[in-house]
């Protein structure tokens, strides 16, 4: 058994980690889970978004899944999930998005989004200035890039794509406007590339080009490395385009530690109804049994996921155009798995 930390996190997070955890007890996933708090629940018992148990469970797993968390917007508490990876250093976030059904808008996209994790406008230093008498007349927001964790996230990128038998990495940027932040980005990624010249082919885009070439003909995108803001963006965009939110999952990934999650958020306006679409989450999961080495249960919990979407829209969610319950779709990935 492998020991990994389960954080069912809020909004529909209980219920679909639930479903998650049955369905891979049924496929015969062996981890042995650490049950934490984190967010809401952990405000409500602890006073404390991110308990230290919390903390001190994904240092002695390395491994966790988790649900969904709640971030207030315009103030409050930081967010728990940019705290987690800034605390296990988890530099690289993995989000595959690709075709699970035929007959939507594309075909046979299968692509990669690899974003800086760390760093960028997510690591901002924020304040206003007061102008008359408008105490936040002035907003200002200053992120930083550093040569090194542009250099981890392109190595990890082109690495991936040698491991994963994967053609071409594309580098997103903006260096002609940002050209400190995203032109350092740029620079070391392409030095990067110079390393790998023969094995992976390279090309590079400007972030609002890239945007639109994704929005119309996803299919040529291999795999794309980019910086934190905008891989938090084009990966919602690629999620969009190939089944929407209910489908995409990510893995963040550090040296010592890794935690899997779906790319949707905590959803309240459909909390505790029994409608949440747990296959992000389950996808999330299958990458999780990939990162251990289990390829061949992870595979299998794939093809049971497609052959659900396939059969038909009655038992699937409504965010997937069904009118099925999370226990209709789980019952039936089950079946699947059991097929
Ligand atoms: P959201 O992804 O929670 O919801 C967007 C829309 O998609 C909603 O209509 C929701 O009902 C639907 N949806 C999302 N997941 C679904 C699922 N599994 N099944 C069916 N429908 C689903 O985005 P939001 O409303 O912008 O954010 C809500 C909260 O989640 C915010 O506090 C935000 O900060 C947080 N959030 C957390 C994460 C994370 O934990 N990694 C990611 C994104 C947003």
Redesign the pocket.
């Known amino acids: 058994m492998i020991d990994a930390t389960l954080l069912p996190?809020d909004?529909?997070g209980p219920e679909?980690t639930d479903a998650v955890v049955d369905i891979l007890d049924h496929l015969g996933a062996p981890f042995k889970w650490d049950t934490q708090l984190a967010g809401l629940a952990a405000i409500d018992r602890d006073g404390d978004p991110l308990p230290q148990e919390t903390l001190d469970s994904i240092k002695r797993t390395g491994l966790a899944l988790k649900g969904?968390?709640?971030?207030p917007i315009g103030g409050g508490f930081k967010?728990i999930?940019v705290r987690l990876r800034q605390e296990f250093e988890l530099f690289a976030n993995v989000r595959p998005a690709k075709t699970l059904v035929p007959g939507g808008r594309f075909e046979g996209v299968d692509l990669v989004i690899m974003r800086e994790n760390l760093e960028g406008l997510y690591a901002v230093e924020e304040r206003f200035e007061a102008r008359g008498d408008d105490p936040k007349a002035v907003a200002y927001s200053s992120g930083y890039n550093t040569r090194v964790e542009c250099r981890r996230i392109a190595e990890f990128a082109f690495d991936y794509a040698v491991r994963h038998n994967r053609k071409r990495v594309t580098i997103v940027h903006k260096a002609n406007i940002l050209k400190a932040l995203s032109g350092l980005f740029l620079e070391e990624s392409q030095a990067v590339a110079k390393e790998y010249e023969g094995r992976v082919e390279v090309d590079d885009r400007i972030v609002d080009a890239c945007a639109m070439q994704l929005a119309m003909n996803p299919e040529q995108f291999d795999i794309l490395v980019t910086t934190n803001l905008f891989g938090d963006i084009l990966s919602d965009l690629a999620a969009g385009i190939t089944g929407g939110?209910?489908l995409a999952p990510g893995a963040n990934i550090g040296e010592d530690a890794a935690i899997f999650?779906?790319?949707?958020?905590?959803?309240?306006?459909?909390a505790g109804q029994g409608?949440?679409?747990?296959c992000?989450l389950l996808m999330a999961s299958a990458l999780m049994l990939d990162h251990v080495d289990q390829t061949d249960l992870a595979t299998k919990l794939r093809e049971a996921i497609q052959a659900t979407l396939l059969s038909g829209k009655e038992n699937l969610?409504?965010?997937l155009g069904g009118t099925g319950m999370t226990r209709d779709i789980s019952a039936a990935i089950k079946d699947n798995l059991s097929a």
Not at 68 to 71: E, F, H, N, V, Y
Not at 261 to 270: F, L
């Open positions: 996190g909004g529909i679909i969904p968390l709640t971030t967010s999930n939110l209910g999650e779906a790319v949707h958020g905590s959803a309240p306006d459909i409608k949440a679409n747990p992000a969610t409504g965010d």
